[in-house]
């Protein structure tokens, strides 16, 4: 899968994300602090990030910054994109089951690498519920 990540700093897990995402063998597009060059404030990277899964440039994002709020807000403003923020693995698991998100989005001052591998694990083996009332609430989102 090609997946996008933007962080705003180095620190905490941002770079065991993309080593992470590789190992599993995903394609990464890097934003912010992860490419050298781009603005690295959490607002644009992650706008980046959440606009390549909006454009087609992207299957999913995991985007990033200290707390993970900002970096959630921002990809959320971008049509088309449902980002969970998430700190352990069952949030993220019920983020793809019911919410059918497609941005993750980490808080890299509070995510170990042991509870970021678990958030991974549970994401890529998520899989979006066929429930109708999950369904209903899922398109719902799109005329809000
Ligand atoms: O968590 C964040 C936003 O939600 C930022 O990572 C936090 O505000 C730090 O940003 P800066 O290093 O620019 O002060």
């Known amino acids: 899968m090609r997946i996008s990540v933007a962080a705003d700093s180095r620190d905490g897990v941002a770079e065991r994300v993309v080593t992470e995402l590789r190992r599993r063998g995903h394609e990464v597009i890097t934003h912010g602090a992860l490419d050298d060059g781009e603005r690295d404030d959490w607002a644009w990277a992650c ?3 959440a606009r390549d899964v909006a454009e087609g440039r992207a299957e999913q994002a995991v985007v990033c910054c200290w707390t993970g709020t900002g970096a959630s807000i921002a990809a959320n403003k971008v049509p088309g994109v449902r980002a969970a923020l998430c700190a352990d693995a069952y949030t993220a698991g019920g983020a793809r089951k019911w919410n059918d998100a497609n941005v993750l989005a980490l808080s890299l001052r509070l995510t170990s690498d042991v509870v970021l591998d678990e958030i991974l694990d549970a994401w890529f ?5 066929d429930d109708p009332a999950d369904l209903a609430n899922i398109s719902h989102l799109e005329q809000i």
Do not use: D, N, T, Y
């Open 47 to 49: 706008e980046l990030a």
């Open 125 to 129: 083996a998520g899989r979006p519920s």
